[in-house]
T-cell receptor
């Protein structure tokens, strides 16, 4: 069945450093790849997304890259700040549908 | 309209009891989704609606689970004869009409504890 793997499960960085989270997906028909940030006890919030016809997308300090051939996509956060600390989930659409399959999450800790 | 609302925020129930959760999506969103999230895991798809039509149910959704969206606005998720394995966060999300794969807006969830 469809699967999304996410690495690493935890990531600790110093404030100002960059953080990279990687995901791989199994469904070659997936065409939509969002990233969600979930702070403790709060709802997942969409922070950036990318569609399969685009290789890279950037929004201020956050960027996502997609390699369709390798079925990889990554989240890059530059100039990290303590408020970036949260659990980040990648997701991939199940084919060309509205359903998403999520990765297992990465707990990012940014130390001042 | 401040987003997707879910009620209750927390529910503790005894095994074997029935529970019902409510979700109020963003008013102009015609798609509504239910996901379940257990500790340390990402959300898992349960079911989704377009307007009042339930389009798909995951195999995770046993016969004890039923969801409705009677007027295409709010939705309810009922779990009958709850089991300890049903303990989880139940998340509702909605999305904007007119464009497939538009990002979800999640609610804050209902945390269910079955004792």
């Amino acid at each position: 069945g469809e699967n999304v793997e996410q690495h690493p499960s935890t990531l600790s960085v110093q404030e100002g450093d960059s953080a990279v989270i990687k995901c791989t997906y199994s469904d070659s028909a997936s065409n939509y790849f969002p990233w969600y940030k979930q702070e403790l006890g709060k709802r997942p919030q969409l922070i950036i997304d990318i569609r399969s016809n685009v290789g890279e997308k950037k929004d201020q300090r956050i960027a996502v890259t997609l390699n369709k051939t390798a079925k990889h996509f990554s989240l890059h956060i530059t100039e990290t700040q303590p408020e970036d600390s949260a659990v980040y989930f990648c997701a991939a659409s199940i084919g060309n549908t509205d359903k998403l399959i999520f990765g297992t999450g990465t707990r990012l800790q940014v130390f001042p | 309209d401040t987003g997707v609302s879910q009620d209750p925020r927390h529910k503790i129930t005894k095994r074997g009891q029935n529970v019902t959760f409510r979700c109020d999506p963003i008013s102009e969103h015609n798609r509504l989704y239910w996901y379940r999230q257990t500790l340390g895991q990402g959300p898992e798809f349960l079911t989704y609606f377009q307007n009042e039509a339930q389009l798909e149910k995951s195999r995770l959704l046993s016969d004890r689970f039923s969801a409705e969206r009677p007027k295409g606005s709010f939705s309810t998720l009922e779990i009958q004869r709850t089991e300890q394995g049903d303990s989880a966060m139940y998340l509702c999300a909605s999305s904007s009409p007119g464009q497939r794969n538009y990002g979800y807006t999640f609610g804050s969830g209902t945390r269910l504890t079955v004792v």
